[in-house]
């Protein structure tokens, strides 16, 4: 059995999602391949890919290629890019229907296994806070991270999430799309090389 294959069949979390308000049972969505050249690190799958079984298959996956100038076909070649995050599964919803955080013992089962088997990977997007911190290891908020991207550039880009939820973010800091994005699209056009 692989990496992946234990990942999928993972049911550490079942008795915390079955106590959500959404009750649901998991699902990883393990995306990976020891070839890959790219890794994003995320959060967790929202509904819409608990749904789907495959990772980014929203809006946020939309805008999140665009910000990397790569297609669909692209992004979901798994000897590509491997799409990791902190928690494999939906993590569900709170009874006021807001999203629930990753289960750390995700991260703390999988995260290092999963990252051992990446020994390609030239080019690490850091989405979100959760996998920031972890990657990072510091305690700046994700928008010092991201206004301070070039500390980290060209081999790690601190992102913000690319839900709509940060487009008035992102228009209040023009630099993200003049600059940050266009060095993206180079290290991305780099890795895969």
Known sequence: MTLADEIHNCQICAARFAATATAHSPRPVAWFDRRAKILIAGQAPGARVHESGKPFTDASGDRLRDWMGINSDRFYTKSDV????????????????????????????????VLDSLPNIGLTLLIGGYAQKWHLGDKQPV????????????????????SW?????????????TDLLPALQTAVKDALK
């Open 143 to 162: 928008n010092t991270r991201v206004t301070n991207w070039r500390d980290h550039a060209p081999r790690v880009f601190p992102l913000p999430h690319p």
């Open 82 to 113: 491997a799409i990791v995050p902190m928690a494999f599964c939906f993590p569900g919803y709170n009874a006021a229907g807001s999203d629930l955080a990753p289960p750390a013992i995700c991260a703390a089962t999988w995260r290092g296994q």
């Open 165 to 177: 939820r940060n487009t008035a973010w992102i228009k209040r800091n023009p630099w993200f799309e």
